[in-house]
């Protein structure tokens, strides 16, 4: 799983795109807090990729979904 590579954001571009499919729009936000949180231990953010697809997948979601 995902503990077993943390930090690896091709796992967690992965997960977030199943996420996605799936219509879980909290998935695709916890999936990014884990990363974001994990990251910022090693003073560092989530890449361009990431972010730029994250905020892809966000923007694609239902208004009533919303998650802050």
């Known amino acids: 799983g995902l ?10 571009r ?12 909290a998935g695709i936000v916890a999936a990014w807090d884990e ?3 994990y ?5 560092t953010a989530p890449s361009a990729i990431t972010a730029a ?7 694609k979601r239902p208004a009533t ?3 802050s």
Request: proline share 2%.
């Open 65 to 67: 979904s919303a998650v």
């Open 14 to 25: 992965a997960r977030m795109r199943v996420e996605a499919a799936a219509g879980n729009s």
């Open 3 to 12: 503990r077993g590579l943390p930090g690896d954001e091709g796992l967690y």
């Open 35 to 37: 990363l974001s949180v």
């Open 53 to 59: 697809y994250y905020h892809e997948l966000i923007a």
């Open 39 to 43: 990251l910022a231990d090693f003073e």
